[in-house]
Antibody, heavy 123, light 110 residues
Framework: QVQLVQSGAEVKKPGASVKVSCKAS????????INWVRQATGQGLEWMGW????????GYAQKFQGRVTMTRNTSISTAYMELSSLRSEDTAVYYC????????????????WGQGTLVTVSS | QSVLTQPPSASGTPGQRVTISCSGS????????VSWYQQLPGTAPKLLIY???QRPSGVPDRFSGSKSGTSASLAISGLQSEDEADYYC???????????FGGGTKLTVL
């Protein structure tokens, strides 16, 4: 069965960077896009970007351009999301989510989700 | 301020049918498919509906989706207490070149 297992909670100081991992299993890692979505406490879902694990191509939400980097290590079926220049407003649960299906070169919906990683930014 | 607009709350009694709306524009719902996600308290979101009206395997047929123009709706029939959750719509936005979510609707089963 498809599983996405994320790294553990992190506490960072303002200005630092955080790198969250998402280890995939139960399917061919390079066949489906990985998205990253975050959720501040009591708030809604916010899409951060996507990555094609096969090509390494990425697309980031305008809000995070210049601060976020999505990468992967195909040998261990793991995707990474690194967010830099952290501020208190970045305190949130960060989720990785795999596309449900891909067709004609595009991938659709987010059908499988990791358990989430709490990132706390505090001085 | 979310790009997609949802009512912040909805409610119903067990057995009732409730609908949740999601309003967008020509650059998102008007030209791309809509997905719906259910988030139970303290858990990761779960895909309920994709491609406007398709259910992934394992999602009960009590849940249905529809789209018309620049709006979409999620309907839940035969409401159950375990349906109490937050519901989010999402779509790709061609102008923003990114995926956008609605602000979420908190469903209460009375």
């Amino acid at each position: 069965q498809v599983q996405l297992v994320q790294s553990g909670a992190e506490v960072k100081k303002p200005g630092a960077s955080v790198k969250v991992s998402c280890k995939a299993s139960g399917y061919t890692f390079t066949s489906y896009n990985i998205n990253w979505v975050r959720q501040a406490t009591g708030q809604g879902l916010e899409w951060m970007g996507w990555m094609n694990p096969n090509s390494g191509n990425t697309g980031y939400a305008q809000k995070f351009q210049g601060r976020v980097t999505m990468t992967r290590n195909t040998s261990i079926s793991t995707a990474y999301m690194e967010l830099s220049s952290l501020r208190s407003e970045d305190t949130a649960v960060y989720y990785c989510a795999r596309s449900l299906y891909c067709s004609g070169g595009a991938c659709y919906s987010m059908g499988y989700w990791g358990q989430g990683t709490l990132v706390t930014v505090s001085s | 301020q979310s790009v997609l607009t949802q009512p912040p709350s909805a409610s119903g009694t067990p057995g009732q049918r409730v609908t949740i709306s999601c309003s967008g524009s020509s650059s998102n719902i008007g030209s791309n498919d809509v997905s719906w996600y259910q988030q139970l308290p303290g858990t990761a979101p779960k895909l309920l509906i994709y491609s406007n009206d398709q259910r992934p395997s394992g999602v009960p047929d009590r849940f249905s989706g529809s789209k018309s123009g620049t709006s979409a709706s999620l309907a839940i029939s035969g409401l159950q207490s375990e349906d109490e959750a937050d519901y989010y719509c999402a779509a790709w936005d061609d102008s923003l070149n990114g995926r956008v979510f609605g602000g979420g609707t908190k469903l209460t089963v009375l």
